[in-house]
C-alpha cells in the first residue's frame, strides 16, 4: 500500500489504471478508523481492481467553535488498518495541498440547496457546503469509477448523491448499511469523546430508533406517533441533548406525516461534548 500526499500524483496513477481498463473505487474519510470505515473499505475491495481511501480532516465543513483542532487523528494506525482490508492507496493531502489558495475568502464552494439547510444543515448551516465541496474536489482528484459511503451519514449521502447527478460526475455511488457497536450504537470516530457514563446513554440513539422499528413494523404509518413513542425513549436519557427527530423521504428529506416510499427516520443529539447522529430507512409500500 503506498500513502500519496499530492493531487498531482494521485490523478496519475487514477488515470493510468483506468486506462488499463481497471475499475478504481475511492472511499472518502476522515480518518481515526473504525469497522463502519472498514467496511466500506471491504466493499470496494471486492468490488474493484484499485481501492483509493481518501483521509483529510476537511477544514471548510467546520464551522468556528466545532472541534476541527480536537477531531482524533492517528495517521500511522490508519495507515495499518487500511493496508490490512488491502486497500491499495491512501491519499492523505496535508490542507495547503487540497487548499493552496486558503480555505477561507475567495474560494469556489459547492452548494447543494434545500436538503443541505434542512436537519443537521439548522444547526450547521455551512456544514454541507463544506462537504460538497471538497468531495467534489475528491472526485476530481481521484476519478474513480465507484465511490463508498456509509448510510450513517443520511443526509450527507443524500447531498452527495443529489451533487454528484447534478454536476454529472461519472461516478456509481454506493451507501453501505450502517455498522454498530455490539449494543446498537452506531460506530463514530466521535464515540471516543463519551465519557462512560455518556457512552451508557448514547446508545439511546439507537433505542429510539428500534422503537420507531417496532411500531412500523406493527403498521404504524403516523409520524407524530412514532416521534412521540421516539420522545419517550429519550426521557428515559437525561444525559442525551435531541436536537431533532426528523421523519422523512430520504432523497429529497421532505418531511412525512403519514410513512409511505423510501422513509428515511434521522435523530441527532448531543451528548457531553459529542454530537451524535443515527438513522434508519425503511422501505414502506
Ligand atoms: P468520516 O470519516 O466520519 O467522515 O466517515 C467516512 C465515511 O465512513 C462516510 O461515508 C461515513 O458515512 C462512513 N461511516 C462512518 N461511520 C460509519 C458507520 N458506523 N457505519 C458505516 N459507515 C460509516
Do not use: W
Not at 466545532?66 to 492523505?92: H, K, N, Q, W
Not at 475568502?105 to 439547510?117: A, C, H, Y
Not at 443537521?120 to 457546503?129: D, E
Not at 423521504?249 to 422513509?263: A, F, K, N
Amino acid at each position: 500500500m503506498k500513502v500519496i500526499k499530492t493531487k498531482t500524483e494521485m490523478r496519475r496513477i487514477v488515470e493510468q489504471a483506468k486506462a488499463a481498463g481497471k475499475m478504481v473505487g475511492v472511499v472518502p474519510t476522515m480518518g481515526y478508523f473504525h469497522d463502519g470505515h472498514l467496511e466500506l473499505m471491504r466493499r470496494a475491495r471486492a468490488e474493484c481492481d484499485v481501492v483509493v481511501v481518501t483521509l483529510f480532516v476537511n477544514p471548510t465543513q467546520f464551522a468556528p467553535g466545532e472541534d476541527l483542532e480536537a477531531y482524533p487523528r492517528d495517521m500511522e494506525r490508519d495507515t495499518e488498518m487500511a493496508e490490512s482490508i488491502g486497500v491499495d492507496y491512501v491519499f492523505a493531502p496535508s490542507v495547503d495541498e487540497m487548499y493552496p489558495g486558503g480555505s477561507e475568502g475567495s474560494v469556489t464552494l459547492v452548494q447543494v440547496e434545500g436538503l443541505s439547510s434542512v436537519m443537521c444543515g439548522c444547526s450547521r448551516p455551512t456544514h454541507f457546503r463544506g462537504v460538497a465541496t471538497v468531495v467534489s474536489k475528491l472526485f476530481n482528484i481521484v476519478p474513480a469509477q465507484k465511490a463508498y459511503f456509509g448510510q450513517k451519514d443520511a443526509q450527507q449521502l443524500a447531498v452527495i448523491r443529489r451533487m454528484a447527478a447534478d454536476l454529472d460526475f461519472p461516478v456509481d455511488i454506493t451507501g453501505a448499511p450502517t455498522v454498530r457497536e455490539p449494543d446498537g450504537l452506531a460506530m463514530s470516530s466521535r464515540n471516543m469523546y463519551l465519557a462512560p457514563v455518556e457512552r451508557e446513554q448514547a446508545v439511546f440513539l439507537f433505542k429510539a430508533l428500534q422503537a420507531a422499528r417496532g411500531l412500523i413494523e406493527s403498521g404504524e404509518r403516523n409520524s407524530r406517533s412514532i416521534e412521540e413513542s421516539m420522545e419517550k425513549v429519550f426521557s428515559g436519557a437525561p444525559l442525551v441533548d435531541v436536537e431533532y427527530i426528523a421523519i422523512c423521504d430520504s432523497i429529497y428529506l421532505r418531511p412525512l406525516e403519514i410513512l409511505s416510499g423510501e422513509v428515511l427516520i434521522a435523530v441527532a443529539a448531543r451528548v457531553g461534548r459529542a454530537r451524535l447522529i443515527d438513522n434508519m430507512q425503511f422501505k414502506i409500500e
